[in-house]
């Protein structure tokens, strides 16, 4: 869901920076604190967050893990935050993986020119896809 979110997030930016004046009065009128750009960023800020928070979580709960009782402990509450944890660490790489690509699924060479024009691509890290068509 993340991945997706963020894969669209380039063209988000887009269409804001192409309506701008429409945007910015329509925060007027709402009376929002908050720029539609920065409110459309805060589920991916929030999934950094959540990762942070787990990991404390769990770094807590494994030095006061005596303080747990038979029924928190036999239900394995501590492995299922392990888990928890390990899920919502791959979740920010695969989220900044799906907005680089976003940003290069949509690129007009006609408008901005050769790609490599703009400097040297630079592999990441490998990255996982999935096609529906397998």
Same mark, same amino acid.
């Not at 690509?101 to 024009?117: E, R």
């Given at each position: 869901?993340?991945?997706? %979110? +963020?894969?669209?997030? @380039? &063209? +988000? ?16 009128? #709402?009376?929002?604190? &908050? ?7 805060? @589920?991916? !800020?929030?999934?950094?967050?959540? !990762?942070?928070?787990? !990991? ?21 509450? #501590?492995?299922?935050?392990? *888990? ?7 979740? @920010? ?9 976003? &940003?290069?699924?949509? %690129? ?8 490599? +024009? ?11 896809? #999935?096609? *529906?068509?397998?």
């Amino acid at each position: 869901m993340y991945s997706k %979110y +963020a894969l669209n997030l @380039p &063209k +988000a930016d887009y269409i804001l920076s192409e309506f701008e004046w429409f945007f910015s009065d329509l925060r007027k009128t #709402l009376n929002l604190k &908050k720029s539609l750009k920065d409110l459309l960023i805060e @589920p991916i !800020q929030r999934a950094m967050r959540y !990762q942070l928070m787990l !990991q404390a979580l769990v770094s807590h709960l494994e030095r006061h893990g005596e303080e747990l009782t038979v029924e928190e402990s036999s239900g394995g509450v #501590l492995d299922k935050l392990r *888990h928890s944890q390990s899920v919502m660490t791959r979740i @920010p790489k695969e989220v900044n993986d799906m907005m680089q690509l976003g &940003k290069l699924f949509d %690129y007009d060479a006609s408008v901005y020119g050769n790609i490599t +024009a703009h400097g040297k691509l630079i592999l990441q890290s490998s990255m996982r896809l #999935l096609s *529906h068509f397998e």
